[in-house]
């Protein structure tokens, strides 16, 4: 069973430090930046060596599309997703977009890209932008849901994210603490419409770190009232919680590494990720160790469901995929 913490490592192979580390039963994850990539083969080794240790853990990156996409190099460079509502195939090319995105992703040992952004474009956020699907709402579903169909056809489970919504609130999370203070009723009648219509479909929906202070003062991934009561209860989502990157600086209004996390966690988070700071990631694994937190049992249904393809590259979808987005002039 999957721990409760999700890390990362420093480069394109296992130190002796990572082996002790990932051997710790409360770690569950990994995720992978672009500095431990270098291309598809190293990437399916590095895989099989982590799976020798620890085969019940989940890996992970974020291949979006666009300027998010830590697997370049032998990989197919997908659209911004904002470039698709801009066609009238859109549907058809999200499709295509995350069928494709997912089978490259699970070919090399990876269980799931954090994927897709349900952002709604604002034109307000430089850090979500064109990373968003769209600005109007209905639209963004439509795009999404059919990114989604891609995902799971190819057997990737999907997360949406930020919830409630990353679009309207200007400042970056990874650097500053950025404030939303629209009402409750405002955002569920444009940025809360993605996750309410897609809560039965999406796998896992990770919460922003962003404040919405005429709802709760704590950012979405800390806040009871945003992950229980409208993501649990009024939305009824039932699949798992990630919380975003709690070396974030968003995150830092709920204190130290080791009390993030277990804010996160009392919120309703079932895995909370912890990256680019080993001594943060240390520090939260000795607070889980320390309350013997016990693991969701749903975060098994982020594994990777892909049948073994040995040369993905010949199946009629991938060719008829890549053929209709280098039609559509989104891919090289």
Not at 80 to 86: D, G, N, P, Y
Not at 143 to 153: D, V
């Amino acid at each position: 069973m999957q721990g409760s913490l999700m890390l990362d490592i420093g480069g394109t192979w296992l130190t002796a430090e990572d082996r002790h580390l990932l051997r710790q039963p409360e770690v569950g994850g990994l995720i992978l930046f672009a500095r431990n990539i270098e291309h598809p083969r190293q990437v399916k080794e590095l895989c099989r060596a982590i799976r020798a240790l620890r085969p019940d853990l989940l890996l992970a990156v974020d291949q979006e599309g666009g300027r998010v996409q830590r697997l370049r190099q032998g990989f197919v460079r997908l659209p911004a997703m904002r470039e698709l509502s801009r066609r009238a195939d859109g549907r058809q090319l999200a499709e295509a977009c995350g069928w494709v995105m997912a089978t490259e992703v699970l070919a090399v040992g990876l269980d799931f890209s954090f994927a897709p952004v349900l952002d709604l474009d604002h034109q307000r956020s430089a850090v979500v932008g064109t990373r968003a699907f769209e600005g109007d709402p209905q639209r963004a579903v439509e795009l999404i849901e059919a990114f989604i169909a891609g995902m799971h056809a190819a057997g990737m489970a999907a997360t949406g994210k930020h919830f409630p919504g990353h679009g309207w609130a200007e400042a970056d999370s990874h650097v500053a603490i950025p404030l939303d203070e629209r009402s409750l009723d405002e955002l569920r009648a444009y940025d809360l419409i993605p996750f309410r219509a897609l809560s039965a479909t999406l796998d896992a929906v990770m919460p922003a770190h962003v404040i919405y202070p005429q709802v709760d003062e704590q950012p979405a991934g800390f806040s009871r009232r945003w992950l229980q009561d409208v993501l649990r209860g009024e939305l009824g989502f039932r699949g798992v919680i990630f919380s975003d990157d709690l070396s974030m600086a968003g995150a830092h209004v709920a204190g130290d590494a080791a009390e993030r996390i277990q804010a996160a966690l009392g919120a309703g988070c079932d895995m909370g990720l912890v990256c680019n700071d080993r001594a943060a990631a240390e520090s939260a694994l000795t607070a889980l160790q320390r309350l013997g937190a016990r693991p969701s049992p749903a975060l098994a249904r982020m594994r990777s469901r892909a049948a073994e393809a040995l040369d993905y590259k010949q199946h009629p979808r991938w060719l008829a995929s890549l053929g209709a987005l280098k039609a559509a002039g989104l891919v090289e």
